[in-house]
Nanobody, 114 residues
Framework: VQLVESGGGLVQPGGSLTLSCAVS????????VGWYRQARGNERELVAE???????TYADSVKDRFTISRNGNKNTVYLWMYELKPDDTADYYC?????????WGQGTKVTVSP
């Protein structure tokens, strides 16, 4: 299983970015696909996740600002990020979970700075 993230970059506070996670297999084969992030010196944390049934979960810090969505035809999961803050600066990773097996991408860097 391969996951390839894209869409990261440098953005000013208040700006927007959309991340993409292209999965090499049918995303509906997995229990869930989600986005995690890891800021320098911090542990990796859940940002948003969507399960096979379509239920979504968000970290409190991103609720009402980020939206996770998917395109089954493209086997791609997106993270739409709005009203970005400097605290959102991190490496963002895509994870696909199948039972107890986790598959990770290499990550994409998001920097929010004036």
């Amino acid at each position: 299983v391969q996951l390839v993230e894209s869409g990261g970059g440098l953005v000013q506070p208040g700006g927007s970015l959309t991340l993409s996670c292209a999965v090499s297999e049918n995303i509906f084969n997995f229990n869930s696909v989600g986005w995690y992030r890891q800021a320098r010196g911090n542990e990796r944390e859940l940002v948003a996740e969507i399960n096979v049934g379509g239920r979504t979960t968000y970290a409190d810090s991103v609720k009402d600002r980020f939206t996770i969505s998917r395109n089954g035809n493209k086997n791609t999961v997106y993270l739409w990020m709005y009203e970005l803050k400097p605290d959102d600066t991190a490496d963002y990773y895509c994870r696909a979970r199948l039972l107890k097996a986790d598959y990770w991408g290499q990550g994409t860097k998001v920097t929010v700075s004036p």
